[in-house]
């Protein structure tokens, strides 16, 4: 599950990376503090790295690249804060309802584009996204619109036997949001060892051999994408359930864009590297922007670094190294 | 009603004229270096800005050639820089690069002439209403279309006629063999980059004289123009054409039945065409 | 005494204070700073990028010289006061995000902002659950001291129902009855349309209106919706670089010749990037340079000309009210506590250097919003020797008769 899925080099880490990357997630609220963090930012992290992981599903180990991912997100945002404002005021039912609300767009999205490859296939999930987009934007009596859609919070756990409380207590959201992201991230990693990750993995590496060894390669594009943005309208349902709060820029072309940097800048060919990207994308996010007006230069430098320079991606790079 | 219609009819061809512009660079680009130009609306504004400078300097009608030739040179270095290295990697760096560059630009320029809006003066001549009762038709939207046929028919004859133009072309349907031929491509990709970014800059001065100038004028344009190539078909300019003058029109009648669907429907079009005719109006069967 | 049982002013807290500072660098989320030599920390989030970035530049100018001006006096009881300036970027979502930030990472004692009515609702929000005192300077929607208002929330600017009232009898008076509105499809255009409708329709008036994008550039197929209407006006409701892109059409299109353009807020900045052609109609103004005999404003205007080389606004006076008030409110209160801030400014009225109007400026009880005189005239192009003289005021009106506590809708609830 450490990722390195086909090289015999990786399983001989794959306990120590597990144990490793666990432990800095269960303690974070303990030790983020002290390197000038505060919880809700550690939470923030594991949505937004659980939404890059869901991306790197489909660049990393399909080989396809969505630049509107944001749709599905957002979808997650939307479903789940819906249900919360209107429905019912459970927790659980709200992530039911955006991983449904996202996983079923991306569906369906998924069955009209994947004859498309590299290059095109990003420029229509492109546009597809700004469908999602313009609905959450136009559909003031039901979103609300540009302002954005409250008057929802997340509600207290009930587990029968004791409650929890996750409105008030971040720590026990955190928790919370990790043990989500655990489930999540689990099954990602079971189907990725299944025959059928090994099938995509075997699409990623070369599309044509695939095709020869009679493998239906539209049908994997299609189901890899589908569960692709069932897991990432998970981590929407979970970014609602943060902000108590949707609103439509979580489903705007500006989001997919940081995803996909957030998955390249951990590197894409690692499990976990996605989950590293996606901290180290919005520490330094959130500092450039506080000490700048000029923030979306600094920002837009980023992106073209790590093009440049570290198109591996950190852990791609550190991997390379141990290896050689 | 038929009035409403009209009026909106002749809009659309306006604001579709946009689309043709921006989506024929756009897609040039796309079709020889295999990259998506996230930074095509920027580089858009950029060229309204730079005939903003040159205006006082050389007067409206110089700078309508000149800025858009400044700006293609912006996008040759850049291109030869940045852009050229990346060729061959897989699509999601080029992605990613010029989403950056975007960011970058658009700062950049905000930084340079500030967030408050410019207004770019065009010559009296131009700016009067032609007509009380066709009042929309003023000269110079008439002047803009005419601009982009001119820049539409000029581009199809360079493509066409010019030795640099039919390699392009060549260079469209089969890289390795135009390679093999002995012909330059790197250099090739370069030219055919700054063309595509001339077009962005010309739409970018036309642009400035109607609505004037912001950091984020060019940025309403780019995915609509996405739209344009995948509807008209990739690959084909003619398509790219078509597809822009297509949801222009559609755009700007559906606002006259119903304003709030007028940015959606654009997309509806896509995903219509996408069920109906994958490969867009004139698009290359396999070039998907 | 009175000070340190109130508040921890005092000399031994200060002490205190100091030796938890060492503490409070090893794990300073969990504890909570104590008072002391720590400066006062105001958070301000204006959408500094995006189409109302106009008007948050003018907004952060004038906080950042108040804050230049009592820092020099000495602070707020000899504290330094600082500002965190963040950019909201013209979005909700992020707004949000930086409230959190603010409060849970750097601490501020107090929030400010955002020109973005639906911001300024959406983070007033998290600053009442929060605890915090948060001040909106310049987002005009209702609820946010009407129908939503609550306990830690003031405003400075007018409401849509404050403005429109103050206006629609001279736009009525001046051009007719049969109005074509744009407005912008959010928080604040929702409200503004309604606040035109109430009285425009209350006074036997027609209208058609029309929602466009909050930074919508082109307007022109809804202007010739607009023109086959044929209205007496045409409202441009929409705010900022959309405004401006609005006006220029307008008089493009050569409608001006055909019918009056109005508005609530056209304000200075708009007013002064439109081409003369379009510096025209009748709108409401919330604060004007140009108020002879009123004093301090000269002193104002000639500072805000000095330090930013631009002519004092609105907004400046918006952002510089706002650092004043939070400095009063903490003289007051001797306290940083958002409870004890709240009920000090309840019913605060302005000193003369900070209200720079003739009349009476204070926070009203009810509902929290700051009562001035509007401004209501009409809009021209400069006279020739004064580049900045673009509005003349007609009517001077009250702004507590315009919009009356009881018509808010507001129902004030402190926590027990």
Redesign the interface.
């Known amino acids: 599950m450490s990722g390195l899925l086909k090289s015999p080099p990786g399983d001989r880490h794959r306990l120590p990376v597990l144990a490793l990357v666990w432990m800095i997630l269960l303690l974070c609220p303990f030790w983020i503090p002290y390197i000038g963090g505060y919880t809700s930012l550690g939470t923030r992290i594991l949505v937004l790295g659980l939404a890059a992981m869901s991306l790197n599903f489909l660049i990393g180990f399909t080989g396809i690249v969505s630049f509107g991912h944001a749709a599905y997100f957002g979808l997650g945002v939307y479903g789940c804060g819906l249900i919360l404002r209107y429905v019912t005021g459970s927790t659980p039912l709200g992530l039911v309802a955006g991983m449904l609300l996202g996983g079923l767009a991306g569906t369906a999205v998924g069955a009209l584009i994947t004859k498309r490859r590299g290059i095109y296939f990003a420029m229509v999930t492109i546009a597809f996204q700004q469908i999602f987009y313009f609905i959450a934007y136009k559909w003031n009596g039901l979103t609300g619109g540009f302002d954005g859609l409250r008057g929802f919070t997340r509600a207290n756990l009930d587990l029968g036997f004791t409650t929890i409380n996750i409105i008030n207590n971040d720590y026990a959201f955190y928790y919370f949001v990790l043990f989500v992201f655990a489930i999540a991230v689990g099954i990602m990693g079971l189907v990725l060892r299944s025959p059928f990750g090994r099938t995509l993995l075997a699409i990623r590496e070369n599309e044509r051999r695939a095709r020869f060894l009679g493998i239906n390669i539209e049908r994997h594009i299609w189901l890899a994408f589908t569960l692709s943005a069932f897991f990432i309208s998970i981590a929407g349902g979970l970014y609602a359930l943060l902000n108590n709060f949707a609103d439509p820029s979580s489903l705007y072309t500006d989001l997919s864009g940081e995803l996909v940097i957030m998955c390249v800048l951990g590197g894409i060919r690692v499990f976990w590297g996605p989950l590293l990207g996606a901290a180290l994308y919005v520490v330094l996010q959130d500092y450039i922007s506080s000490h700048t007006v000029n923030w979306m230069f600094f920002v837009g430098l980023i992106f073209v670094v790590v093009v440049m320079f570290f198109p591996r991606g950190l852990l791609g790079m550190l991997r390379r190294r141990s290896e050689a | 009603m038929l009035?409403?219609v009209l009026?909106?009819l002749f809009?659309g061809l306006?604001?579709g004229a946009f689309y043709v512009l921006v989506s024929l660079g756009l897609s040039m680009i796309?079709n020889l270096s295999?990259?998506?130009n996230?930074a095509h609306g920027n580089f858009l504004a950029l060229g309204g800005y730079l005939a903003y400078v040159l205006i006082p300097y050389i007067g409206f009608w110089p700078s309508l050639l000149v800025a858009p030739l400044l700006t293609g040179v912006v996008g040759y270095l850049i291109e030869i820089t940045?852009i050229s290295?990346?060729y061959g990697?897989?699509?999601?760096?080029?992605?990613?690069?010029t989403?950056?560059?975007?960011?970058?630009?658009?700062?950049?320029t905000?930084?340079i002439w500030g967030?408050?809006?410019l207004?770019l003066t065009v010559p009296d001549n131009l700016?009067a209403?032609l007509s009380?009762t066709y009042?929309?038709l003023?000269a110079?939207r008439l002047f803009l279309v005419g601009i982009v046929i001119v820049a539409v028919l000029g581009l199809f004859a360079f493509l066409r006629y010019s030795r640099m133009g039919m390699r392009i072309r060549a260079g469209i349907l089969d890289l390795d063999t135009v390679s093999a031929l002995g012909i330059n491509v790197r250099r090739l990709r370069s030219l055919n980059f700054a063309f595509g970014i001339f077009l962005a800059g010309l739409a970018g001065v036309l642009a400035g004289g109607?609505?004037?100038l912001?950091p984020?004028?060019g940025d309403?344009l780019l995915?609509p123009s996405?739209?344009a190539?995948?509807v008209g078909g990739?690959g084909s300019l003619v398509g790219t054409l078509l597809g822009g003058l297509t949801i222009g029109v559609a755009a700007?009648l559906t606002?006259?039945v119903w304003?709030?669907?007028?940015?959606?429907v654009v997309?509806?079009i896509?995903?219509i065409v996408?069920?109906v005719r994958?490969r867009g109006f004139l698009g290359e069967e396999g070039m998907? | 005494m009175v000070q340190r049982k109130s508040g921890g002013f005092g000399r031994r807290r200060v002490l205190q204070g100091a030796a938890a500072i060492g503490a409070s660098q090893v794990a300073a989320p969990f504890i909570v700073p104590a008072l002391g030599e720590v400066p006062v920390k105001i958070g301000f989030i204006d959408p500094l990028t995006g189409s109302l970035s106009i008007q948050a530049v003018s907004e952060v100018e004038g906080a950042k010289y108040a804050v230049a001006e009592i820092n020099k006096k000495g602070g707020i009881m000899g504290r330094e006061l600082q500002l965190l300036v963040e950019d909201s970027a013209n979005d909700v979502g992020t707004g949000v995000e930086k409230i959190r930030k603010l409060i849970d990472k750097d601490h501020v004692n107090v929030t400010m902002g955002d020109v973005n009515s639906g911001i300024a609702y959406a983070i007033s929000q998290v600053a009442t659950q929060k605890g915090v005192l948060h001040i909106v300077p310049g987002g005009h929607t209702d609820p946010i001291t009407g129908k939503a208002c609550a306990w830690n929330v003031f405003r400075i600017c007018n409401t849509t129902m404050m403005d429109a009232g103050a206006v629609t009898g001279l736009l009525i008076k001046k051009y007719g009855k049969k109005w074509f509105m744009i407005s912008p499809d959010y928080a604040y255009g929702h409200s503004l349309k309604q606040s035109f409708q109430h009285y425009l329709t209350a006074a036997g008036g027609t209208f058609e209106n029309v929602y466009m994008p909050i930074a919508a550039s082109d307007f022109s197929a809804t202007l010739i919706k607009a023109r086959g209407y044929k209205p007496d006006v045409l409202i441009n409701n929409m705010g900022g670089l959309a405004q401006i892109d609005l006006a220029k059409q307008f008089v493009q299109f050569g409608m001006n010749k055909e019918m009056g353009l109005g508005a609530t807020l056209y304000e200075l900045e708009e007013i002064l990037a439109v081409p003369p052609a379009a510096q025209s109609g009748f709108a409401s103004m919330e604060w004007w340079w140009n108020q002879p005999g009123v004093p301090f404003v000269k002193q104002f205007f000639d500072g805000i000309m000095t330090a930013y080389k631009k002519p004092a606004s609105a907004r400046h006076w918006f952002g510089y009210v706002g650092v004043h008030s939070v400095k009063l409110a903490v003289e007051k209160a001797k306290s940083l506590k958002g409870l004890d801030l709240a009920r000090a400014m309840e019913g605060m009225e302005l000193p003369p250097e900070v209200a720079l109007q003739k009349k009476r400026v204070y926070y009203r009880a009810g509902d929290h919003e700051l009562m001035p005189t509007i401004f209501a005239g009409e809009v021209h192009p400069p006279a020739k020797d004064s580049p900045y003289d673009v509005f003349t005021a007609d009517i001077l009106v009250d702004a507590n008769k315009v919009l009356p506590l009881a018509e808010t809708g507001c129902h004030m609830k402190f926590p027990a």
């Open positions: 009035q409403l009026f909106n809009n306006i604001i796309l295999n990259v998506i996230f940045m290295r990346i990697r897989d699509p999601i760096y080029s992605l990613l690069l989403f950056g560059l975007a960011f970058m630009l658009q700062d950049a905000r930084y967030v408050n809006g207004p700016s209403p009380q009042f929309f003023n110079y109607q609505i004037g912001n984020n004028m309403s995915l996405f739209v190539i995948i990739m700007a606002a006259v304003p709030a669907a007028s940015d959606v997309y509806v896509m995903a996408l069920l994958p998907q």
